[in-house]
């Protein structure tokens, strides 16, 4: 296996997005309604739970196969797990496929996290659902889940290149949300119930 073969193959899977697709299915142009963006959330909010169960778990595959790939082939204190993490995301943030017009990153970054450490997914989903419980905003959470995820890695003493792609990943998912923290900080973000 050649690492900028697998590089470029989690650019590209990455870069498919499952919710604009599934929404298009049902005859919904995601990107005009809700928030506007291609994710879970959106998907959720418009076409119900269901759906952004599936579409979670389609974008979190994004990450968590090419992950488990490189691994396998080139271990995971590696730099090319570095670039292949960041690259998955990148994909979904700025697919090809799609005018390089993505989405937030958050279900595929927690696919590389589930691939790097299932004990620390697991305790970031707790945080971001106790998040959303608390505060009522599914944005606010991601951030935070995603950040609270880099000190985990970083206080279980992960390889320095793990725990840079998290940081990376989370600064990337930060600026992303950048009309969301606008819209917190106006107190307009749409909130939800779990
Ligand atoms: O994962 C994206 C989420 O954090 C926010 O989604 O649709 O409310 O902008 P949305």
Known sequence: MDSVLLIVFSYLLGSILFGEHIAKLKGVDIRSVGSGNVGATNVGRVLGRKYAVLVFLLDAFKGFFPILLSRLYFGLDSWTTFFVGLACVLG?????????????????AS?????????????SMIFWTLLVKLKGYVSLASMGSSLF????????GYDYRVV???????????????????????????????
Not at 149 to 156: D, G, V, Y
Request: proline content about 3%; aromatic content about 10%.
């Open 111 to 123: 696919g590389v996290l589930l691939g790097v450490s299932p004990l620390t997914f697991l305790l």
């Open 149 to 156: 995820a880099t000190l985990l890695l970083l206080l279980q």
């Open 164 to 194: 840079f792609m998290s940081l990376f990943i989370t600064m990337l998912i930060v600026y992303r949300h950048k009309d969301n923290i606008k819209r917190l900080l106006e107190g307009t973000e749409h909130r939800v119930r779990l």
């Open 92 to 108: 979904h943030m700025y697919p090809i496929f799609h005018d390089f017009r993505g989405g937030k990153g958050v279900a595929t």
